[in-house]
């Protein structure tokens, strides 16, 4: 295959993929199991299969369903640098995730696209979307997510893994792919084969536009709080009853409309309460909490462990509020900036490609986020979808095709770089 191909070679391999709906369970997750979906398990074994087909021998996929495999060097080439690609298996459950449609819109206009009763995309609205006009645009039938997160990633990186065994005449030096189940339930990294990775570096094909590289996301902590009423008969309920449910409710109320996800940008951090649930003796609310500085969570855990809740339960004498907080993931910044050249290097692959690099935070989080913790540093590389998690979810072929060209570059670049006990 040569990078002519690389257009119907990544549509092709994009539309198959969406088409298998992979959608996580928090709730199962949440409990351990991995991964919580079957449908993960299924797409594991057919992505090991393809990698298969390429003439890749080592290939394997766990118990867990995290697929890794392993490129060999070309001939003369076995001393230079490994390096790691990641994306992740499955898709959101915010809005449904099967059966996924997909439309394709070629030469598209510029115009409307309407995708479902009272589900369009304008680009009025949307500046990305019409830089796109006269390309392709893949979308959903507006009637669930398109899978672009992080399907694109995949077939980006499986596309690279193709070209590269199916390239004689391109040499290269050591690739290594993960491919991970559940990472938007924030249990991707949960329990990765860690001891069987070798290269010392990755990047994550999980971004957005063409040209985002990212390098920081935020510190992110989640508040499980749960709220103890006192029952009795509503015809009787003077001085006795205690509402968990209104408990509850006043809690959510008094958090922060101006610092809600919809209310912030860039560097601007949020509490956001995710799911709400009880009744009159007992009730519950998950609010995650993010802010991209160490200080800002430890204000934010603050105010709802000692002002927040303790306000709610004055304000409800008899009621009893507790709150667990947990940590998820942490700013991957600061040691990102100890292995400068890991990402210096997605940038200039990203430029010999004519793609202007946009350095930009992540508003969230990604496998690289916890791989960088653990430490393997993994910056963030577009890969050409938008409108992520939601049912106007869409993508670029011509940025899809960027991407698999930055991968191309980028294997260039670790090829010249001599493997070492360091990076």
């Given at each position: 295959?040569?990078?002519?191909?690389?257009?119907?070679?990544?549509?092709?391999?994009?539309?198959?993929?969406?088409?298998?709906?992979?959608q996580s369970n928090p709730?199962?997750?949440?409990?351990?199991?991995?991964?919580?979906?079957?449908?993960?398990?299924?797409?594991?074994?057919?992505?090991?299969?393809?990698?298969?087909?390429?003439?890749?021998?080592?290939?394997?996929?766990?118990?867990?369903?995290?697929?890794?495999?392993?490129?060999?060097?070309?001939?003369?080439?076995?001393?230079?640098?490994?390096?790691?690609?990641?994306?992740?298996?499955?898709?959101?459950?915010?809005?449904?995730?099967?059966?996924?449609?997909?439309?394709?819109?070629?030469?598209?206009?510029?115009?409307?696209?309407?995708?479902?009763?009272?589900?369009?995309?304008?680009?009025?609205?949307?500046?990305?979307?019409?830089?796109?006009?006269?390309?392709t645009v893949i979308t959903?039938?507006?009637?669930?997510?398109?899978?672009?997160?992080?399907?694109?990633?995949?077939?980006?990186?499986?596309?690279?893994?193709?070209?590269?065994?199916?390239?004689?005449?391109?040499?290269?030096?050591?690739?290594?792919?993960?491919?991970?189940?559940?990472?938007?339930?924030?249990?991707?990294?949960?329990?990765?084969?860690?001891?069987?990775?070798?290269?010392?570096?990755?990047?994550?094909?999980?971004?957005?536009?063409?040209?985002?590289?990212?390098?920081?996301?935020?510190?992110?902590?989640?508040?499980?709080?749960?709220?103890?009423?006192?029952?009795?008969?509503?015809?009787?309920?003077?001085?006795?009853?205690?509402?968990?449910?209104?408990?509850?409710?006043?809690?959510?109320?008094?958090?922060?409309?101006?610092?809600?996800?919809?209310?912030?940008?860039?560097?601007?951090?949020?509490?956001?309460?995710?799911?709400?649930?009880?009744?009159?003796?007992?009730?519950?609310?998950?609010?995650?909490?993010?802010?991209?500085?160490?200080?800002?969570?430890?204000?934010?855990?603050?105010?709802?462990?000692?002002?927040?809740?303790?306000?709610?339960?004055?304000?409800?004498?008899?009621?009893?509020?507790?709150?667990?907080?947990?940590?998820?993931?942490?700013?991957?910044?600061?040691?990102?900036?100890?292995?400068?050249?890991?990402?210096?290097?997605?940038?200039?692959?990203?430029?010999?490609?004519?793609?202007?690099?946009?350095?930009?935070?992540?508003?969230?989080?990604?496998?690289?986020?916890?791989?960088?913790?653990?430490?393997?540093?993994?910056?963030?590389?577009?890969?050409?979808?938008?409108?992520?998690?939601?049912?106007?979810?869409?993508?670029?072929?011509?940025e899809m095709v960027k991407?698999?060209?930055?991968?191309?570059?980028?294997?260039?670049?670790?090829?010249?770089?001599?493997?070492?006990?360091?990076?």
């Amino acid at each position: 295959m040569n990078t002519e191909k690389l257009p119907e070679k990544l549509l092709e391999r994009f539309l198959r993929y969406t088409k298998t709906g992979t959608q996580s369970n928090p709730e199962k997750a949440d409990k351990g199991i991995m991964p919580s979906t079957e449908s993960q398990r299924f797409f594991a074994g057919m992505l090991a299969e393809e990698l298969k087909s390429f003439g890749i021998e080592q290939v394997e996929v766990d118990e867990n369903s995290y697929v890794l495999a392993r490129i060999n060097p070309s001939p003369g080439f076995e001393e230079s640098a490994a390096f790691g690609l990641c994306s992740h298996l499955d898709t959101a459950s915010d809005v449904p995730g099967e059966p996924v449609n997909p439309v394709v819109h070629r030469n598209y206009s510029g115009g409307r696209i309407d995708l479902s009763e009272d589900v369009y995309l304008d680009p009025e609205e949307d500046a990305e979307l019409a830089a796109c006009s006269g390309g392709t645009v893949i979308t959903s039938d507006g009637k669930t997510l398109l899978g672009a997160d992080d399907k694109a990633g995949i077939a980006g990186i499986m596309t690279l893994a193709e070209f590269l065994t199916s390239s004689p005449d391109f040499p290269h030096g050591p690739v290594e792919i993960l491919f991970s189940p559940d990472e938007e339930t924030g249990h991707g990294m949960d329990r990765v084969p860690l001891d069987k990775l070798k290269a010392k570096a990755y990047y994550t094909v999980d971004g957005g536009a063409a040209g985002e590289i990212e390098a920081e996301c935020f510190n992110a902590w989640k508040c499980d709080v749960e709220f103890y009423g006192v029952a009795a008969h509503l015809g009787a309920a003077k001085g006795k009853l205690v509402n968990a449910a209104l408990m509850a409710s006043v809690f959510v109320s008094m958090l922060p409309r101006n610092e809600s996800p919809e209310a912030t940008e860039r560097y601007e951090g949020y509490y956001c309460p995710l799911e709400l649930s009880g009744n009159i003796e007992r009730a519950s609310v998950t609010v995650f909490l993010r802010d991209f500085e160490e200080d800002g969570i430890s204000r934010r855990i603050e105010y709802i462990e000692k002002y927040l809740a303790g306000t709610v339960e004055r304000m409800f004498p008899g009621g009893k509020i507790t709150v667990t907080s947990q940590r998820q993931y942490s700013n991957m910044r600061e040691k990102l900036k100890e292995h400068p050249e890991v990402f210096e290097f997605a940038c200039r692959a990203a430029q010999l490609c004519g793609v202007k690099p946009c350095v930009k935070p992540i508003r969230g989080g990604t496998d690289g986020s916890r791989l960088t913790e653990m430490g393997i540093p993994a910056p963030n590389i577009f890969t050409g979808g938008h409108n992520f998690h939601s049912r106007t979810e869409w993508a670029s072929l011509e940025e899809m095709v960027k991407m698999t060209e930055t991968l191309i570059k980028l294997t260039e670049l670790w090829r010249d770089k001599k493997c070492t006990n360091t990076i």
